[in-house]
């Protein structure tokens, strides 16, 4: 069912979340729409909730199931559903009503688009709009973090060389045939991964200084020396806990900031309470926040139901 305000509440998610970002982020608690901790203002509304199938998307994804859940909402918890193309697929398919995603996944991923821009409020903007009159789908909130591809080097090889940009790294690479970069499998082929890389800098790394490994090793091989660099998401806790030296980007990479992707005919219905309540899980929600989140959950062993508790109290939405 359509409902006859769907429109107009179309538009003003979309800037609301824009005038946040161009206004800093202002804190939740400030805001006209901030929503108190404990209310009723979805009672007998059902929501279902997806995220991916990694530490920040599950994390991000339990602070909003435990949010709708503080204003009364009857939520069915799908969080871990899948990777990107699962969650997306259930939220066309009306399977979810909401899960995270990044701007530049959904403006390269979902809507097939190239050259994203490099300012977030842009992208987000555009994504928004192109999204929400192709596929109805609401992009609701903006993170100030920004979790995009990166590479790191281990503290022995960062402190030898004084540290590594990316002009640095692929100038290491082309005097050290041995040295290695270590990638997860998709990286090397992903049209925002290693060629943004290799077309910045004008190095094309050899297979024979490719390793292939899962996530979890890449970070733990890097700190060891093992690999030389190591792909990295550049809000992991793994890169404070191990000491990893990330290579500056000077804009290489594409924006990754998080919103919550909604169906926008499920959210017409209470656009004004979820939009509140997103605009408040988002706004203090810079790296070091989000880095700081990722790190107790797979750093000190936290559940990210216990994370997103406790995250949700400091921002008086428990």
């Keep these: 069912m359509r409902y006859p305000n769907v429109h107009l509440l179309r538009s003003a998610a979309v800037l609301a979340s824009v005038g946040l970002i161009a206004t800093g982020c202002s804190s939740g608690s400030d805001s ?12 007998g509304v059902s929501v279902t909730v997806g995220s991916k199938d990694f530490t920040e998307n599950i994390v991000l994804g339990e602070i909003l199931v435990q949010a709708l859940q503080s204003q ?10 899948g990777g ?7 939220l066309l398919a009306g399977d979810i009503d909401v899960y995270p995603d990044y701007n530049g996944t959904g403006w390269t991923v979902h809507l097939g688009q190239q050259d994203p821009s490099s300012d977030p409020a842009e992208l987000y903007a555009k994504t928004a709009e192109k999204d929400l009159a192709e596929n109805n789908i609401i992009w609701a909130g903006l993170s ?13 090889l960062a402190e030898a060389q004084g540290g590594f940009d990316l002009q640095g790294m692929a100038d290491y690479l082309a005097a050290t045939p041995d040295a290695t ?18 077309d910045a800098t004008g190095y094309t790394v050899p297979d024979s200084q490719i390793q292939i490994l899962d996530t979890g090793l890449i970070y733990t091989e890097t700190a060891s020396g093992a690999c030389s660099f190591g792909e990295v998401f550049t809000t992991d806790g793994r890169i404070e806990a191990l000491n990893l030296s990330v290579v500056a980007d000077p804009g290489v990479f594409i924006l990754y900031n998080a919103s919550y992707t909604w169906n926008a005919d ?22 070091a926040k989000m880095a700081s989140l990722n790190y107790q959950v797979d750093i000190e062993d936290e559940s990210a139901e216990d994370v997103a508790a ?7 939405l428990a």
């Design 181 to 198: 970069v270590c990638m997860e499998t998709e990286f090397p082929d992903r049209p925002d991964g290693l060629i943004l890389f290799e």
């Design 310 to 316: 406790a995250y949700l109290e400091e921002i008086g």
């Design 84 to 90: 990107t193309s699962v969650n997306r697929t259930a």
């Design 266 to 287: 499920h959210f017409g219905e209470n656009a004004e309470t979820y939009q509140g309540l997103v605009d408040q899980i988002y706004a203090p929600l810079d790296n």
């Design 32 to 43: 006209e729409e901030s929503t108190s901790s404990g209310g009723s203002a979805l009672e």
């Design 144 to 156: 100030p973090f920004n979790d995009t591809y990166g590479f790191a080097a281990g503290p022995e």
């Design 72 to 81: 009364g909402a009857d939520v069915k918890n799908q969080i871990n559903l």
